[in-house]
Each structure stands twice: as C-alpha cells, then as structure tokens.
Nanobody
Framework: VQLAESGGGLVQPGGSLRLSCAAS????????MSWIRQAPGKGLEWVSG????????YYADSVKGRFTISRDNTKNTLYLQMNSLKPEDTAVYYC????????????????????WGQGTQVTVSS
C-alpha cells in the first residue's frame, strides 16, 4: 500500500501549485480522501476532503475559494489545486485515505485514516 504525494515546492505569495497523490496497493475508488497539512511547529490541520466517487468536496475555511480538490479514480490519483497561495499555507501536505466520515467531519489525526502518505513540502515565500 502506498500514497505518494508530489508537486510541492517553493512559490511566491499569490502563486499556484498543484499537488498530486498517487495511490497503489488498495482500492482507491472505495475510499474518501483528505489533504492534511502540518506547518512548522504546529499540529496537523485538515485542509480538504472528497468522497470516494468525487460527488462531494469539503474545505477548511482557511482555504475555501482558493484550493480545489479533485480525484481521478481511473488513474488512482488525488489532486489539490492551490491558488492565491499565502505564506501561512507553508506546510508539509499529506494525503490520507479513509472512511467518508473522516472527510465530512474534517478529521486530521493519522489514526482516523487507513492510509497516509509521506508528505510533500510547500513553501510560500518571496
């Protein structure tokens, strides 16, 4: 089982990045998916989630209107399009697979999910 995030990097404030999370070793289309981040010196923060079939999406207030979550079940891949990035978006971003309850309620703890990726660093700085 593997969740492999990619697409992170250094970007200026106001810029954009697209994160990807490639899943393997389990039935990706059967799981709700979340993006969760951890800023330096802070705890885990749930960012966004999506139903297993992609019909419903959820966002934290801090990213609503700027980030868009999506998934392609034919490619076993989850995405996070991040626009209008701010310095406070700087964090390690993780993708996680679990029950759709975790997506709906915005759970951030690793033990609320079945599978968890290794993370990708996003740095927003001028």
């Amino acid at each position: 089982v593997q969740l492999a995030e990619s697409g992170g990097g250094l970007v200026q404030p106001g810029g954009s990045l697209r994160l990807s999370c490639a899943a393997s070793g389990f039935t990706f289309s059967a799981y709700g998916m979340s993006w969760i981040r951890q800023a330096p010196g802070k705890g885990l923060e749930w960012v966004s989630g999506i139903y297993s079939d992609g019909r419903r999406t959820y966002y934290a207030d801090s990213v609503k209107g700027r980030f868009t979550i999506s998934r392609d079940n034919t490619k076993n891949t989850l995405y996070l399009q991040m626009n209008s990035l701010k310095p406070e978006d700087t964090a390690v971003y993780y993708c996680a697979a679990g029950d759709e309850v975790a997506v709906v309620y915005g759970f951030a703890a690793a033990n609320e999910y079945n599978y968890w990726g290794q993370g990708t660093q996003v740095t927003v700085s001028s």
